[in-house]
């Protein structure tokens, strides 16, 4: 198991990147998007990490989320284009950690942080983390 320190709110972070139009339906009736619609615009990214990353999800075997923690730094509204940064923070042995924020600009408005486990569908049970996946991942942990 390793663990990196970083600056969350520092797009120079993440290696990995995700683009999210925010709809108006994302909004709320105190005029600014609602929580839930982060949600969303975290998960777009995260999949896009894992496609390009080679975590494979398919029929058989992928990842899935265990927890996650969302900061929300600053208020978000309508229109906006948003980029989503995600990069590796920790492995662990069938589980890893991942940090993710969410800027307009160069201004981040929210941050995450979420633990994914190796998800075999079949067996309905934790394996572990394929080495070619940890190699991959080693340099920025």
Not at 2 to 29: C, G, I, K, L, M
Not at 70 to 89: A, H, K, Q, S
Request: charge should be neutral; hydrophobic fraction near 40%.
């Amino acid at each position: 198991m390793t663990e990196t320190s970083f600056d969350p709110t520092d797009p120079a972070s993440y290696p990995h990147w995700a683009d999210e139009r925010v709809r108006y339906s994302d909004t709320d009736a105190l005029g600014h998007v609602n929580n839930n619609a982060y949600g969303v615009y975290f998960e777009t990214a995260r999949l896009h990490f894992f496609l390009d990353s080679g975590i494979k999800l398919g029929k058989s075997r992928g990842a899935v989320v265990v927890r996650i923690t969302m900061n929300f730094l600053r208020e978000l509204t309508w229109p906006n284009d948003v980029r989503i940064g995600t990069r590796m923070t920790r492995l662990g042995g069938k589980s890893f950690t991942y940090a993710q924020a969410l800027f307009v600009g160069d201004r981040c408005h929210a941050t995450a942080e979420t633990v994914s486990a190796m998800f075999d569908l079949e067996t309905r049970q934790s394996f572990p983390l394929p080495e070619e996946l940890r190699a991959r991942f080693a340099s920025q942990v």
